[in-house]
């Protein structure tokens, strides 16, 4: 079959191709546009991807170091649970000790520790050393310690009133 093609047909197919050529570029734009996107959002995403994983890795250092840090803690912890039950051991000792001595007394001078005897009477017969004779006892509690002469008090109670600071 023959066609016959005229002018007017010619020019309308020319300006069909051209706009179909037009619109080729336009999508082609568009395409290259959302490849360009599609390479930043691959860029971005990989470089995303790449700090995540340098943070990870910062972090399991970090983890190393915080164990370490919690073994070396666990072991002082140990250490110092010893140390309290020793000492724990020392002071039930040192309470034994003290009970022991129970009976004990101080001899005071103006109220500072002159010395310790193992019961009043031995306290006594040292002050009557330094001329204190029976009558020379201020009665506990009736003036303050520091203005009586020569005081007796128990051992444990003038170690309770001084704070410990006996010794």
């Keep these: 079959?023959?066609?016959i093609v005229t002018r007017t047909r010619m020019v309308a197919l020319q300006q069909d191709a051209d706009s179909a050529r037009e619109r080729?570029?336009?999508?082609?734009?568009?395409a290259d546009r959302a490849y360009a996107g599609h390479l930043?959002?691959?860029y971005d995403l990989t470089a995303d991807a790449e700090a995540a994983e340098r943070a990870a890795e910062a972090d399991r250092a970090d983890a190393v170091i915080v164990r370490e840090i919690l073994e070396r803690t666990e072991a002082q912890l140990a250490d110092a649970r010893a140390t309290v039950t020793e000492q724990a051991a020392r002071i039930d000792v040192l309470?034994?000790?003290l009970?022991?001595?129970a009976g004990a007394?101080?001899?005071l001078h103006y109220g500072k520790l002159h010395s310790v005897h193992p019961d009043r009477q031995a306290a006594e017969r040292h002050a009557a050393s330094f001329g204190v004779g029976p009558g020379g006892w201020s009665p506990a509690g009736k003036c303050p310690v520091e203005e009586s002469a020569w005081l007796i008090s128990p051992l444990r109670?003038?170690?309770v009133a001084v704070g410990g600071d006996a010794a």
């Design 1 to 3: 079959m023959i066609r």
């Design 24 to 30: 080729a570029r336009e999508v082609q734009g568009a």
């Design 40 to 42: 930043r959002t691959v």
């Design 95 to 97: 309470s034994g000790d």
């Design 99 to 101: 009970d022991s001595i």
């Design 105 to 107: 007394v101080v001899l």
């Design 157 to 159: 109670k003038w170690a």
